[in-house]
């Protein structure tokens, strides 16, 4: 399998991923509560990663318009549980068509932009990127469990 074709893969799972953990919210002010000791709200981590995947694979890589507004990101509230899976959709469908179009060749190219401060390849980049998207996906079922005592939830394929 092309390794262009396991990150498709990998970031197609994990965005299905938090749209559940999304959906899994019953009370959707609940998406947007910030427990003591936490500094974002689901809703909030949700928009970041909208923002972010939107940005630099649709838009550096995939040429798809995108204008991000971080700041929003972390200061909106109580978007509805619906325009957020209807959003999570959307990039989704982005991300997948950015990455469809991505040859093994082009993982070596560099990185359109330094958004680390430092020169980098696709690649590693985009290995940068899953890991992020990893991170505040755990955070977020941690929020949902803590703030809904609910369980952990059995991943739909």
């Known amino acids: 399998m092309p390794i262009s074709t396991s990150f498709e893969t990998l970031f197609a799972r994990d965005l299905s991923r938090?749209?559940?953990?999304?959906?899994?919210?019953?009370?959707?002010?609940?998406?947007?509560?910030?427990?003591?000791?936490?500094?974002?709200?689901?809703?909030?981590?949700?928009?970041?990663?909208?923002?972010?995947?939107?940005?630099?694979?649709?838009?550096?890589?995939?040429?798809?318009?995108?204008?991000?507004?971080?700041?929003?990101?972390?200061?909106?509230?109580?978007?509805?549980k619906a325009s957020l899976l209807s959003d999570l959709e959307e990039t989704k469908n982005r991300v997948r068509a950015t990455l469809q179009n991505l040859t093994d060749g082009q993982l070596g190219d560099l990185f359109p932009d330094e958004v680390l401060g430092y020169p980098m390849t696709i690649h590693y980049f985009l290995v940068h990127l899953a890991g992020h998207l990893n991170y505040h996906l755990g955070q977020i079922d941690y929020h949902r469990r803590l703030l809904t005592q609910g369980h952990t939830i059995s991943y739909k394929s």
């Open 18 to 80: 938090l749209s559940q953990q999304i959906d899994a919210y019953e009370d959707e002010s609940t998406l947007w509560e910030i427990a003591p000791g936490i500094h974002n709200s689901a809703g909030n981590l949700c928009l970041h990663l909208i923002g972010n995947l939107n940005t630099y694979i649709g838009a550096n890589l995939g040429n798809i318009p995108y204008v991000r507004d971080r700041p929003m990101e972390f200061s909106a509230r109580y978007v509805s």
